[in-house]
């Protein structure tokens, strides 16, 4: 029985371009089904985002257009900040413990929510997603956008559940 969802964020919750970062609010345009969706999970399962966001790192964009853009999700599924909880690394490569494909933020992320790991699922669109949660041992959903890369790879593993739209989690 899983009691939380945790997301990525550019390519699964909104729509993005490989290396081409999400900078301002006009950027950040959710996929049609996101805001329903969640709505209706938060009702039975704890939510939350973890993303890496190296476009902070490198001084692209300040953590206030950030924040910006993550209230603007909360108030359109009509959550508080404090029920779904966002943990952010802003880092470079190879700086930190908590950039994906490490795992450290989605330990961090069950812990927030007060789930443990083997309760929770990670949904994201790429290939470090997969990793970061194989690392920590998470069940991983792989939601494919057009966005999607590396998706071949996942031919090579099994048991890699793919869905097509997040709206599929309501079946969990
Ligand atoms: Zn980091």
């Known amino acids: 029985m899983f009691k939380a969802v945790i997301f990525d964020r550019d390519g699964t919750l909104n729509k993005f371009t490989q290396n081409r970062y999400v900078l301002t609010l006009e950027e950040f345009q ?12 938060s009702k039975t399962k704890r939510i939350g985002i ?3 966001q190296r476009c902070i790192g490198l001084g692209l964009v300040d953590w206030s257009s950030v924040y910006a ?8 599924i009509e959550l508080e900040l404090k029920d779904f909880p966002i943990l952010v690394c802003p880092h470079l490569e190879n700086s930190c413990n908590c950039r994906k494909p490490k795992g450290a933020n989605l330990i961090r992320m069950a812990r927030i929510l007060d789930v ?3 309760e929770s699922i990670y949904v994201g669109d790429s290939y470090s997603d997969f990793l970061a949660a194989r ?6 959903i792989h939601i494919e956008r057009i966005s999607s890369n590396l998706s071949y790879e996942f031919d090579f593993e099994k048991n890699i559940c793919i869905i097509y739209s997040l709206e599929e989690l309501l079946r969990l």
């Open 69 to 76: 853009m993550h209230r603007l999700l909360s108030e359109e």
């Open 30 to 41: 959710l996929f049609s089904e996101v805001k329903s969706t969640l709505a209706s999970l």
């Open 50 to 52: 973890v993303t890496n």
């Open 116 to 118: 443990k790991v083997s």
């Open 135 to 140: 690392e920590v041992g998470m069940r991983f």
